[in-house]
Structure formats: structure tokens, C-alpha cells
């Protein structure tokens, strides 16, 4: 309420729009953000999508698609690692 919560803004370009949905998750697959919760599983889950992959959509697409945002988010391994080295560290004193 008293900030502005998007942090980034990505915008991609392709000649047609095929490549345009390629370039796009594979920009969002790359992109990374730690310590804030992101839309960007949801975004990904929208690219992956049958209607948007063809161009067939518009300004009601995300909601007379609700099953959208049930997405599972998984850690990058290395991550998890970093997280327990480094809770292993705690626990240890180092």
C-alpha cells in the first residue's frame, strides 16, 4: 500500500509471435528473485498455456482461466543447498 510492488518489468521482442512466447519463458525461466514472493511461476504457467501459445485470447484470459494460478514452485537445487550449509553453519558455531 505504501510502495510500489512491482520490481521488475520484463519485456521481450521477436519478429512473430512464436518467438515471441519463446523468448519470453525462456527470459522468465532465467530470471531470479530472492526473498519476495513472484509472479513469475504464474506468468510462466500463462506462456505454457494452449490459447496463449496460439494468440487466442484476450482481456478476460486470466479470469476464465482460474486453474492458472494453481502452480507448484519448486527451489533451485542450489539454493536448498545454501540453505542447508547454511543452517549447518548455525547449528555448528561456524
Known amino acids: 500500500?505504501?510502495?510500489?510492488?512491482?520490481?521488475a518489468k520484463l519485456t521481450?521482442?521477436?519478429?512473430d509471435w512464436e518467438s515471441v512466447v519463446e523468448r519470453g519463458r525462456?527470459?522468465?525461466?532465467?530470471m531470479v528473485v530472492y526473498g519476495v514472493k513472484t509472479t513469475i511461476p504464474y506468468y510462466q504457467e500463462i506462456m505454457k498455456h494452449p490459447d496463449f501459445?496460439?494468440?487466442?485470447?484476450?482481456?478476460s484470459f486470466v479470469e476464465t482461466h482460474p486453474e492458472l494460478t494453481n502452480y507448484a514452485t519448486e527451489l533451485p537445487p542450489e539454493l536448498i543447498?545454501?540453505?542447508?550449509s547454511a543452517a549447518i553453519a548455525a547449528h555448528e558455531g561456524i
Open 26 to 30: 525462456r527470459a522468465l525461466g532465467d
Open 81 to 84: 543447498a545454501a540453505a542447508i
Open 12 to 15: 521481450v521482442w521477436a519478429l
Open 53 to 59: 501459445k496460439n494468440a487466442e485470447f484476450n482481456t
Open 1 to 7: 500500500p505504501y510502495y510500489d510492488s512491482m520490481c
